[in-house]
Nanobody
């Protein structure tokens, strides 16, 4: 399993960023995928997830601002983030996980990528 995140950067409050996750080494089209984040000094937090049929789920704090999508042909998962807030500053990771199986305190494992840093300035 290999997951590689990209697209992070520095943006002003109210700005937008699009994250990408390249996946390989497993049957992507059959797998639910999720994005999680870790803010400075805090634990990991699930953000958005997408099932193999395209159904999506995002936590309340990002609903209406973040959109998750997938491209099964290219084995990619995306997270479009609009109207960013300083509280969105974190390292963002993609993972093979269904929203229905999210736990309160997720832990990274060897299948997770290195993450991509998102910094939102006020």
């Amino acid at each position: 399993v290999r997951l590689v995140e990209s697209g992070g950067g520095l943006v002003q409050s109210g700005g937008s960023l699009g994250l990408s996750c390249s996946a390989s080494g497993f049957t992507f089209r059959e797998s639910p995928m999720s994005w999680a984040r870790q803010a400075p000094g805090k634990g990991l937090e699930w953000v958005c997830g997408i099932y193999r049929d395209g159904d999506t789920y995002c936590i309340d704090s990002v609903k209406g601002r973040f959109t998750i999508s997938r491209d099964n042909a290219d084995q990619m998962v995306y997270l479009q983030m609009n109207n960013l807030e300083p509280e969105d500053t974190a390292v963002y990771y993609c993972a093979i996980e269904a929203p229905s199986l999210w736990t309160f305190d997720p832990q990274r494992d060897d299948s997770w990528g290195q993450g991509t840093q998102v910094t939102v300035s006020s």
